[in-house]
């Protein structure tokens, strides 16, 4: 069955980093876009970052530009993000999704169960 298994979360002080990984296994892992959301208290889910199956492109939240970046390992159905300048607004549980939208009786779109991330000090 589909799985996503986010690692990586914890407390962290202003200004510090994090590395969340997140492995994937039931799906066609090199064919998914892979995306970061995060969700805080008392506020919708947001997109911090999605990087693309076809070639790799990337794109990300205007919060975290310059600070966040996200990688994809394929060879170990796995994805990457790296929480650099950490700052207390950055306080979320942060998930892993994938998603397939083409060809259509391919699509899928899977969740992970989430990793919290606090930024304090």
């Known amino acids: 069955q589909v799985q996503l298994v986010e690692s990586g979360g914890g407390l962290v002080q202003p200004g510090g980093s994090l590395r969340l990984s997140c492995a994937a296994s039931g799906f066609t892992f090199s064919s998914y876009d892979m995306s970061w959301y995060r969700q805080a208290p008392g506020k919708e889910r947001e997109l911090v970052a999605v990087?693309?199956?076809?070639?790799?492109?990337?794109n990300y939240a205007d919060s975290v530009k310059g600070r966040f970046t996200i990688a994809r390992d394929n060879a170990k159905n796995t994805v990457y993000l790296q929480m650099n300048s950490l700052k207390p607004e950055d306080t979320a549980v942060y998930y892993c999704?994938?998603?397939?939208?083409?060809?259509?009786?391919?699509?899928?779109?899977?969740w992970g169960q989430g990793t919290q991330v606090t930024v304090s000090s």
């Open positions: 999704n994938a998603e397939r939208i083409a060809p259509i009786w391919l699509r899928g779109n899977y």
């Open positions: 990087i693309f199956s076809a070639g790799g492109s990337t």
